[in-house]
């Protein structure tokens, strides 16, 4: 990705220095604004597929070094730029490349999860740790590591339980005099009870079924987790974390 972007600039400055030489502008219509113009959107199409692949990093840095490359592509791309200001925007993206994306596509896990347990575009553009953990609930499940998945669904249960306890002002309801929030089989119990929102007829009936799914894989000494354990709550699962995010109002 790297390579693919600094070779665009590459290709953009030479534009860019032609058309200079031959006396014509890169902005409007003509041969070396076109072609400038192509390679604007080449790099920000090669941008957008660069930020999808490192959105599963919850990293301020990683944050910080894709605003950095943005502004400096912007700056590079203005057809008021000097060659100079093109060259300084070239190299900060550069250095951005290889002190922060590189090495976290380098480390970046290689499996892709699938929808197999449960449709990840449910969680989509929700919260950024809320995909995350979500992905590693799927991930596992992909790889054969039940008891990971199943403990993974159990904390995505109660975090999307919270959220939405937190986005209609009501998390005293469901948390200890010590301040802690309550362990899962106390969270549905709290949310089925609460009668701000209504809850979905499958819904009511599934959250008591999931309640207690990953208490075994956490904490039982002898006991591992079935494909089959997981596979016996998969409608109930989708159904739940659709309800949830909904009612916790996280896409809006």
């Not at 953990?133 to 249960?157: F, H, K, N, P, T």
């Not at 899962?184 to 799914?213: C, F, Y």
Request: contains cysteine.
């Amino acid at each position: 990705m790297r390579d693919g972007i600094l070779e665009i600039l590459s290709d953009a400055e030479k534009i860019a220095k032609t058309a200079k030489r031959h006396g014509h502008s890169l902005a409007g219509s003509g041969f070396y604004a076109s072609k400038f113009s192509e390679l604007h959107a080449k790099a920000t199409l090669a941008f957008k597929k660069l930020s999808l692949q490192l959105r599963k990093f919850d990293d301020k840095n990683i944050k910080d070094a894709l605003d950095d490359i943005k502004a400096n592509l912007d700056a590079f791309f203005n057809t008021k730029s000097t060659s100079k200001e093109r060259g300084e925007a070239t190299k900060r993206i550069n250095f951005c490349f290889q002190t922060v994306i590189s090495p976290a596509i380098t480390t970046a896990p290689r499996h892709s999860p699938t929808d197999d347990l449960f449709p990840l575009e449910l969680v989509r553009e929700t919260r950024g740790y809320i995909e995350r953990i979500a992905e590693q609930a799927c991930g596992s499940y992909d790889q054969g590591w039940y008891d990971a998945a199943a403990v993974m669904v159990r904390r995505l249960l109660e975090i999307l339980i919270i959220e939405t306890f937190e986005s209609h002002k009501l998390t005293t309801k469901i948390k200890k005099p010590d301040g802690n929030f309550f362990f899962l089989q106390d969270l549905v119990t709290a949310t089925l009870n609460e009668s701000i929102w209504t809850i979905g007829r499958n819904v009511k009936k599934a959250l008591p079924n999931l309640k207690d799914i990953g208490n075994q894989s956490a904490h039982g000494r002898r006991y591992i987790a079935r494909k089959t354990d997981l596979d016996d709550v998969k409608r109930d699962l989708r159904l739940t974390i659709e309800e949830l995010v909904n009612l916790s109002k996280l896409r809006k």
